[in-house]
């Protein structure tokens, strides 16, 4: 082999240590910083929402300026309508919810109770599955009794939990933290606001000339993504809402309202959403219609397989394609990594990677320029 060729050998194999070295040392510096990151990325979101009544402005004929002021206004004008007409009667449900929910979990707990110290049997012949419950917790499991399988459940959900909390660093943790990161939020969102067309450039302009064409493509693809997803969203959440709430009046439950707003605003997180409602409906239902919880529970799980099977398709059709698994693994990750604020912006955190995946990883780096978009 000629001196050269060696030569060359050489070149390329420092070339790629040096961008793989560079690579870590990037991530490890973001990882410092992820959280703040994070808040920064939900300010983007909130530029993007409060942006797309201000495009519309402009597209319209307005200058820029005053189509952000109106923007903003409307926003707190529709606020503060919504406070004043709403607020106090769903403040005045909210206020029953707390003493309706625990008061249902006490029931939850002392049914367990009667279930354990049902020496006579009367349960059981009252509910047969609870004695073939047990017979097949016993030949499958080895366990006596539903009290065991309860204790080995809160066992394994207690190791889960101690090394879920040893490993995560929560983006807010505490009263304090929730705040400042509250204000952050805020405070970027409004300087963002601001200029977000300079910011945009200044982003742009950190990379070569000949590559910037290819950013901007980028960005626009992101930008479209962020308003197509936001805009489903509250799609979305106002029809589980509605839908959940309506439900719940013809069961006889006394809040209503607040249950289906409950309903509605856990729906923004997807496969968790249903989980989360469903807690303080059943707590609900079991103090006001001990007889109607299972039509508690087909409505709200039935108001969620509406909402991914059916509406959600129509809502996105084909311009937000991101694989339902890729989403629950992409939740996961984000919880783990980030907490409750990154569970809430998963799904945009997931898009957005498909498309740096598609445009940088597939396209600029592999060549393969087919059309993913």
Do not use: C
Not at 50 to 59: G, K, S
Not at 99 to 104: D, F, L, M, R
Not at 209 to 233: A, E, K, M, N, S
């Amino acid at each position: 082999m000629s001196r050269g060729s060696l030569n060359v050998i050489y070149g390329q194999t420092t070339r790629w240590v040096l961008i793989a070295v560079l690579t870590i040392g990037l991530m490890v510096a973001l990882w410092q910083v992820h959280n703040t990151l994070l808040l920064v990325f939900t300010s983007i979101v909130l530029v993007v929402l409060f942006t797309m009544p201000t495009r519309f402005l402009v597209r319209l004929g307005f200058p820029r300026t005053p189509a952000v002021l109106v923007s903003l206004v409307g926003f707190v004008v529709i606020l503060v309508a919504l406070m004043l007409l709403a607020l106090p009667s769903l403040l005045q449900q909210f206020t029953t919810l707390t003493t309706t929910i625990p008061e249902g979990v006490n029931q939850i707990v002392q049914q367990w109770e009667d279930i354990q110290n049902d020496t006579t049997g009367t349960l059981k012949d009252q509910y047969p599955f609870i004695a073939s419950l047990q017979l097949f917790l016993k030949d499958t499991f080895q366990l006596d009794s539903l009290d065991a399988l309860f204790a080995e459940l809160t066992r394994q959900l207690g190791g889960a939990i101690g090394q879920l909390s040893g490993s995560v660093i929560p983006v807010v943790s505490g009263v304090a933290d929730i705040l400042l990161g509250l204000v952050i939020v805020i405070i970027v969102t409004l300087y963002l606001l601001a200029d977000p067309y300079g910011y945009e450039q200044g982003v742009i302009k950190q990379f070569p000339v000949t590559y910037r064409h290819r950013v901007r493509h980028i960005i626009d693809r992101i930008d479209f993504t962020l308003r197509i997803w936001l805009q489903g969203q509250l799609l979305l959440m106002l029809i589980v809402g509605i839908v959940s709430g309506i439900g719940m009046a013809l069961l006889g439950i006394k809040q209503a309202a607040a249950v289906g707003v409950l309903a509605g605003v856990f729906s923004f997180v997807p496969n968790f959403g249903p989980i989360a409602a469903l807690i303080p409906s059943l707590a609900v239902g079991l103090v006001q219609t001990p007889d109607k919880v299972l039509w508690i529970v087909l409505i709200i799980y039935g108001t969620s397989a509406l909402q991914s099977q059916i509406i959600a398709p129509l809502i996105f059709q084909e311009s937000l394609k991101i694989p339902p698994v890729l989403v629950l693994v992409g939740q996961v990750f984000a919880a783990i990594f980030f907490g409750v604020l990154g569970l809430m912006m998963a799904v945009p955190l997931t898009a957005i990677t498909i498309i740096l995946v598609q445009e940088v990883y597939v396209k600029d780096i592999l060549g393969d320029y087919e059309d993913y978009s």
